[in-house]
């Protein structure tokens, strides 16, 4: 028990499980949205802040999971738990395919080759008007449901979602504990030193970059469930550089730390910002610099003054 | 020359390897042949091309010519992990140990290749998969106790000193359970007297089976541990046989100590 009260999935749970009973309904707003960011952002860890592999397209990903749940949802009366699922299927798979040539490049080649990929997605999403409206997008997506049961207030939005996240957060935590977690950080700081050890460095990069993706791709489609609708303009490359920040901000390697800055970015970019959205890069721009300067290995990081830490490593609760 | 049936039981064979950089001929027609169970050391002066055979034979390289024969199979273009899950690991010059691991979690690292979860799987954290991890936490800290650095587990790998982190590389690539060990160096940054505790190691290391490919600039330890020499000079082969006729040949007097000794 004692155990179990020292440990950070337990102690986020709590205080989010009890969370509706002191705060206003309104308030869950952007602690959905933050929710479902973060998801996004735990992808983008893995594949960053783990395997060192950067990407700048990965709004794609959140969208084509977005666009599969919208176009299953309204043109084929297909359930939303089902569209849920085939769009988790859907980012995966695209993932997989445009993984294999674009991840034998590396760094600044690898950041463009996903670059590129993330501007072919919005110019294909915004000129294809007949079957996913261009421009102006999907609209009268219905709510998230599982057999039967809607999630239609901001409360039980908070409840579906963070339950989502922790079951990801813990998928991602067991993994990164594992064989598989030495592997991509082997990899993230020495590739031939990795192979040396045994370790396939093509076909470890290609499965975190599909995981990642399928992340992304849940992210996206509860979020066009949440926002019942779903536009190019929502995943273009401020959004994935968004994410980016968020793991940055929160720390490499640092899973709860990228779920914290998610939220916090979020409140800022949609509670406090959002009248100065032409600003966001220039934003995004200064909040990087001065977390680079004054604390290089992300806020997470700044969690050991209050908490004292396990042995490097080997500190299960906060990864 | 080998007979045949000699070569059927060979466990590393290069034939006839050349390594061509611009303008540069770092291995010229090398054969080499190494018996299982054997310390196998390459000497030379520097620049002799030592570590680009390794280079080769551990994947890191592709050879300009020549083949790279393992337990009867060749392996001359595979990629470097697929030669370490068939038994070859190996250490660097320069070494490479991963920074960003404690000590415990490189040689884990090591394991790689004789654990099955998948990267899907691991995920899930299920009985078999904290079982498999269980032992090769086991496993790592046995080897780390063996080379003799067990209480330095849970360090930040890159804290410990230049000669300990040789060790660390050391007891990584044995993790892999080789059957043929490359060691680039190993005493390089080491005390006279740490370098005499790795010695026994490594004999120890060929008595439980494993073949021993050693590069190392320290010739005493190389007569004092090795079962067979080979010199190279210049990217060619200038001697081959056990020490005490290595020690003697005129061909390796005048590589190392150079041209000048001639006139005497």
Redesign the interface.
């Known amino acids: 028990m004692k155990r179990l009260a020292k440990n950070t999935n337990f102690q986020v749970a709590v205080v989010l499980a009890v969370l509706p009973l002191f705060v206003p309904e309104d308030f869950f707003r952007f602690l959905c949205l933050g929710a479902i960011y973060s998801i996004a952002a735990l992808g983008m860890s893995l594949l960053l802040g783990y395997a060192g592999q950067i990407s700048l397209g990965h709004a794609a990903f959140m969208g084509i999971g977005a666009y599969t749940t919208a176009i299953l949802t309204t043109q084929y009366n297909c359930p939303v738990s089902l569209a849920f699922l085939a769009s988790i299927v859907a980012s995966s798979l695209i993932a997989y395919v445009i993984g294999k040539p674009i991840l034998r490049t590396k760094g600044f080649f690898l950041a463009l080759a996903t670059l590129g990929f993330g501007e072919i997605f919005f110019v294909f999403t915004s000129r294809t008007d007949p079957v996913i409206g261009g421009l102006v997008g999907i609209g009268g997506i219905p709510y998230f449901s599982i057999a039967g049961y809607e999630f239609t207030s901001y409360t039980q939005m908070h409840y579906l979602y963070w339950a989502i996240l922790l079951g990801l957060i813990l998928?991602?935590q067991?993994?990164v504990?594992?064989?598989?977690?030495?592997?991509f950080?082997?990899i993230?700081?020495?590739e031939?030193?990795?192979?040396?050890?045994?370790?396939?460095?093509a076909g470890?990069k290609l499965?975190?970059f599909v995981?990642s993706a399928a992340y992304a791709g849940i992210a996206g489609s509860l979020l066009t469930t949440y926002l019942s609708m779903t536009q190019p303009y929502g995943f273009r490359v401020d959004l994935s550089i968004f994410l980016v920040l968020a793991v940055i901000v929160g720390g490499m390697?640092n899973l709860w730390g990228a779920v914290a800055a998610t939220v916090a970015l979020t409140w800022l970019k949609d509670e406090q910002l959002s009248q100065y959205q032409e600003y966001s890069a220039l934003i995004y721009g200064v909040i990087l610099i001065l977390i680079l300067v004054f604390v290089p290995n992300g806020l997470g990081s700044l969690r050991g003054l209050f908490v004292r830490r396990a042995?490097?490593?080997?500190d299960e609760a906060a990864i | 020359m080998i007979s045949a049936m000699e070569r059927g039981t060979l466990i590393l064979r290069v034939e006839g390897v050349s390594k061509k950089f611009t303008g540069l001929m770092a291995l010229n027609g090398v054969n080499l042949s190494v018996a299982p169970g054997v310390i196998q050391a390459l000497i030379g002066p520097n620049g002799a091309g030592k570590t680009t055979l390794f280079q080769i034979i551990s994947g890191v390289l592709p050879p300009s010519k020549g083949s790279v024969i393992y337990q009867g199979e060749e392996i001359t273009r595979k990629a470097p992990h697929e030669i370490c899950a068939r038994g070859i690991a190996r250490t660097y010059q320069r070494i490479r140990l991963f920074p960003n691991m404690t000590v415990l979690e490189n040689v884990m690292t090591g394991c790689h290749v004789h654990l099955k979860t998948g990267v899907f799987w691991s995920g899930f954290y299920l009985p078999p998969v904290r079982k498999e991890e269980a032992r090769a936490r086991q496993k790592a800290k046995d080897i780390l106790d063996f080379i003799g650095i067990g209480d330095k587990a849970d360090l930040p790998a890159t804290s410990l000193p230049y000669g300990q982190q040789r060790l660390v590389e050391i007891s990584r690539a044995l993790a892999s359970e080789p059957k043929l060990l490359m060691l680039d160096e190993p005493a390089a940054g080491m005390t006279p007297r740490e370098g005499q505790t790795l010695a026994g190691k490594i004999k120890e290391i060929r008595d439980s089976g494993v073949t021993v490919l050693l590069v190392e600039h320290d010739m005493g330890l190389v007569m004092d541990i090795s079962d067979r020499v080979m010199v190279l000079n210049y990217g060619l082969v200038i001697a081959e046989g056990a020490p005490v006729d290595i020690q003697e040949d005129p061909n390796v007097i005048k590589a190392y100590l150079g041209a000048a000794n001639n006139h005497a």
Request: net charge positive.
């Open positions: 998928y991602a067991a993994m504990r594992t064989r598989t977690g030495r592997a950080r082997a993230s700081v020495d031939l030193a990795a192979s040396s050890m045994g370790i396939d460095v470890y499965k975190i995981i390697g042995k490097a490593g080997t």
